[in-house]
């Protein structure tokens, strides 16, 4: 059976705000957030509108807040030798920003309204991070996770050249402990004391650098001052649940006793356009999964990280223990690059590996991957048909990107954490938006209305593109 994986932790933020009050009065509320966006000029794209928050945080720093968050709520201290797994695919806003203002290839400027990355050759919305694909299971660091030469904790060496030398972005206001000549305590990217686990903080440097996807991983390990691997898993809309579940995996084998978990994206333009390209945007400015007149999903903002724990090192902290991820999946059915399998096979791989590892098939609520578009939602709906048979239409399932939107590779990670407020409060976050029913999509969506309910066990699903398919299994503690 392997250790026991607990939760011990978690921040979240949102479009609705920032921690769990902010997901009560806003997801369980079933009030979406959906505004116009102001944070870029959306006129050359196919949607104006997504979930987007208040300020101008950068990826680095809503990931640094909701960690800092996670620590302090499972009482981590300074040094503690944890893994660090975050799902990203980067930040794009300076590389949308050199190709806007830098001369093209041809003498030209890059056009305003085709930001990099563009469309897949198939002509479908891409999500390709650098040192990523759709459907990469794996993490984008070094092999197993182990201390790398030349940098202190084993932090990935993303932030430094192999000479040592700073890329230009860190130079704009944050230092490597690895770079000759530049200020800041050892083992920390830059000078100032940062939160809770010590270490120090990274400013709001917007080079080029931050798109790197192990960057942010290391970077953020080294502001919490966490002692142990860090990784990031740049497997697009699975990205921050396969690294759930990689924690999970490292705990249940004994190689790690505490792992934090991550995941963050915040709207920008390049997948505003690689969406809206694929036309899988919504038309009307709401998000209504499963529903007979869903027209698309629309983007959100969104952070979370959670703080797993064995049970032994949470006994010997005397740490509150939250909840129990007692199962995990992934899988992938290869269908095709970016519409799911027809009977969603892979989510049922994912959900049914999951159920073999938790001991036995009962669930009580699943909080489904639910993006309003046409092939998505009937595809899982039969997948949990297939799942759990004459019990499906007795389970109540819920989308909550109706009120968050997509929130890409920080999906898996927020919905966990929602998952865990519905066990912890009981009471099960509605599918915003449902309208009339769609005969393909037949269940109990819980619609429109937050419900009372007394649960114990919940599902929680993601899908990607390439195929890719996770599901966690958390119960109440």
């Known amino acids: 059976m392997g250790h026991e994986v607990l939760l011990t932790g978690y921040g979240v933020r949102t479009a609705f705000g920032t921690g769990p009050d902010a997901l009560r009065a806003g997801v369980f509320d079933g009030s979406p957030t959906f505004a116009p966006i102001t944070r870029f000029d959306p006129t050359p794209y196919r949607t104006d509108v997504a979930a987007t928050s208040a300020g101008s945080a950068s990826l680095h720093e809503a990931l640094t807040e909701v960690a800092d968050a996670a620590a302090a709520m499972a009482d981590l201290r300074p040094g503690t030798e944890a893994t660090v797994l975050v ?41 390709e991070g650098p040192g990523g694909s759709p459907g990469h299971p794996g993490p984008a660091d070094s092999p197993g996770g182990t201390p790398l030469p030349g940098t202190p904790g084993g932090a990935t060496p993303a932030a430094t050249f192999p000479d040592g030398t700073v890329p230009p972005g860190l130079r704009r206001g944050t230092a490597s402990a690895n770079s000759p000549g530049e200020t800041g305590s050892p083992g920390s990217p830059g000078g100032a004391q940062g939160p809770r686990l010590g270490g120090a903080g990274v400013g709001a440097a917007a080079g080029a650098v931050e798109t790197v996807p192990a960057w942010q991983a290391g970077a953020l390990a080294d502001v919490l001052g966490a002692r142990g691997p860090r990784l990031a898993f740049t497997n697009a809309c699975v990205a921050s649940a396969t690294a759930v579940a990689y924690g999970c995996q490292l705990i249940a084998s004994g190689r790690a006793d505490i792992v934090i978990c991550a995941g963050a994206y915040l709207v920008e333009e390049e997948n505003l356009a690689k969406f809206g390209s694929g036309f899988a945007l919504s038309r009307d400015g709401m998000v209504r999964p499963f529903s007979a007149d869903r027209s698309g999903l629309l983007l959100g903002d969104g952070a979370a990280a959670v703080v797993l724990e064995s049970a032994a090192s949470a006994r010997r902290r005397g740490a509150r223990v939250l909840g129990a991820l007692t199962g995990w999946g992934a899988a992938s059915d290869a269908h095709h690059i970016a519409r799911p399998h027809p009977e969603g096979i892979g989510l049922v791989t994912a959900a049914r590996r999951a159920l073999k590892r938790a001991g036995g098939p009962r669930v009580d609520y699943v909080n489904a991957h639910g993006t309003a578009t046409k092939t998505n939602d009937p595809a899982e709906t039969r997948g949990l048909h297939t799942l759990f048979g004459a019990n499906a239409p007795h389970i109540p399932v819920s989308s909550t990107k109706s009120t968050t939107g997509h929130l890409l ?20 976050p509605p599918t915003a938006g449902f309208t009339d029913p769609d005969p393909a999509c037949d269940l109990d969506y819980v619609p429109n209305r937050p419900r009372k309910a007394d649960i114990r066990r919940a599902l929680s699903l993601n899908a990607a593109f390439g195929g890719a398919n996770t599901a966690l299994l958390l119960e109440r503690a």
């Open 87 to 127: 799902g990203t695919a980067g930040d794009f806003t300076a590389l949308t920003h050199f190709w806007r203002t830098h001369p093209a290839p041809t003498g030209g400027v890059a056009d305003a309204a085709d930001p990099p990355g563009g469309t897949t050759s198939a002509g479908t919305p891409g999500h």
């Open 409 to 428: 590779e920080a999906a898996g990670v927020v919905e966990l954490v929602i998952t865990l407020l519905a066990l912890r409060d009981g009471v099960l």
